[in-house]
């Protein structure tokens, strides 16, 4: 199990539909698996490390912004908008996790 990894639009309209349908997403975002901590601005999937290679960006993100004395790394989900943002690490915010089978 890992975080989130959205790979494709496909991947990011399925967790929409689920979403929508077990009842999330009223003013609640979500961390995802993304981060740029390794290297600021180069954005990177936790478990693999993979580049992310697909995204939706809110207008105007990631903007980097530091918050608080922290910069923001990690990515947040708008699950009404399937758009992202980046946002400080330490965020307290629920999270969406993946399994996989074998």
Request: hydrophobic content about 35%; charged content about 25%.
């Amino acid at each position: 199990m890992s975080m989130l990894q959205l790979r494709d639009k496909f991947d990011s309209q399925d967790l929409k539909q689920w979403l929508d349908d077990h009842g999330y997403g009223a003013g609640q975002n979500f961390w995802i698996g993304a981060n740029d901590l390794a290297k600021p601005g180069l954005f990177r999937w936790g478990l693999t490390a993979n580049e992310v290679t697909f995204s939706k960006w809110a207008r105007g993100e990631p903007n980097f912004m530091t918050v608080r004395g922290e910069t923001e790394h990690c990515v947040e989900l708008n699950p009404n908008t399937m758009e992202w943002n980046d946002s400080g690490c330490s965020k307290r915010m629920h999270f969406i996790c993946e399994t996989f089978s074998n």
